[in-house]
């Protein structure tokens, strides 16, 4: 079963500088290559992160702890200071094949439907699985 899960940053600091974002957006997508868990789709916001993932070796409050924890710690080391993520995070199942695909378009629509960009592709911090294929 995959889950869409919604994680906000805190509050407290009013979205975060673009080194940060691109940080945490490494993090992100370093979590493909991860046995925790299989990384479908992800777009990160100015103020919170969209993953549409189907959780591996871990159970899903496992993977999203070490998935905050982990970026936490990059947003850390380019001069971000204290809590990165508002605690808890919003998770939905995805039981079928049209949930799925309806979760995975909705969280790469994203920035386009913020009018951050025209397309999905045209914002850097939105990825899913078929970006890759040729």
Known sequence: MAFHVTMRI????????????AAVWRGVVEQRHRPDAVLLAACLMPDHLHVLARPGERDLIAFVGSLKSWTTRLAWQVGQRGTL????????????????????????????????????????FAWAWWFDEP
Not at 11 to 19: D, E, H, N, R, Y
Not at 87 to 92: E, Q
Request: positive net charge.
């Open 10 to 21: 805190h509050p407290a600091l009013g979205g975060v500088a673009p080194p940060v974002l």
């Open 85 to 124: 993520w508002q605690p808890g995070f919003y998770d939905r199942a995805v039981r079928d094949r049209r949930q799925f695909e309806s979760a995975a378009r909705y969280v790469i629509a994203n920035p386009v439907r913020a009018g951050l960009v025209e397309s999905p592709e045209a914002w850097p």
